[in-house]
């Protein structure tokens, strides 16, 4: 069993990775098509991805408070975790999102959009059977009774007061503004295109 869920980490590592490299090289050596036809719909899409993107760190910062010093101890159910199940998931797609309009196209985010849709459910789902086997009727309930991916604004709730390990806490925070970074890449990059430093190969909508 212990063999079949290595070898289950080791394919998604690798799929990760080829994944990680093909949308590498589009986004270093692709361009805007709309910003050559249409300025206007490319400046609203990157609008659009300073949106995600700030909703996304805030929110991954949200997620980090709640589960630093947490995370393996104890079943966390609260803030975040009580309006659904994997709420730093769907805060890291949707900045994974933000960060393919960036590009300011539309396709790049939609490629993102789908892999993520492809990618995380099973990942999702074996997390959760480790969960239930750690945490028992525990989790059972909490699995039925909060949403796994969407969050419902309406089941919120916090604590007056809640305990965090500063050390952890810190030590996450880039982590969780990692989208931050790479907005400001995809920025540099498309500097680098208009002084010629790198070439434009293709032009995408």
Not at 53 to 67: H, N, P
Not at 79 to 100: D, E, H, K, M, T
Not at 141 to 146: D, P, V
């Amino acid at each position: 069993m212990a063999q079949n869920v290595n070898r289950i980490k080791k394919y998604r590592i690798q799929i990760t990775r080829i994944f990680a490299i093909v949308m590498g090289f589009l986004v270093i050596f692709s361009g805007s098509q709309w910003e050559e036809m249409y300025q206007a719909v490319s400046a609203a899409i990157f609008m659009m991805a300073c949106l995600l993107v700030g909703i996304a760190s805030l929110g991954r910062l949200w997620c980090t408070l709640y589960i630093s010093g947490y995370k393996t101890s104890s079943l966390v159910t609260v803030g975040p975790y009580s309006i659904c199940r994997n709420p730093l998931y769907f805060f890291s797609f949707i900045g994974a999102v933000g960060v393919g309009c960036g590009t300011e196209t539309l396709i790049i985010p939609l490629i993102i959009l789908i892999a993520f849709g492809l990618y995380y459910p099973s990942v999702i789902k074996s997390e959760e059977k480790e969960l239930q086997k750690i945490h028992g009727e525990e989790f059972i309930s909490y699995l039925n009774s909060t949403p796994a991916f969407f969050p419902n604004l309406s089941m919120l709730k916090e604590p007056n007061q809640y305990a965090v390990e500063p050390k952890i806490f810190r030590k996450h925070i880039f982590d969780a503004l990692w989208f931050i970074w790479l907005l400001g890449i995809l920025e540099l990059i498309e500097e680098l295109h208009e002084l010629n430093v790198i070439p434009i190969l293709i032009r995408l909508y």
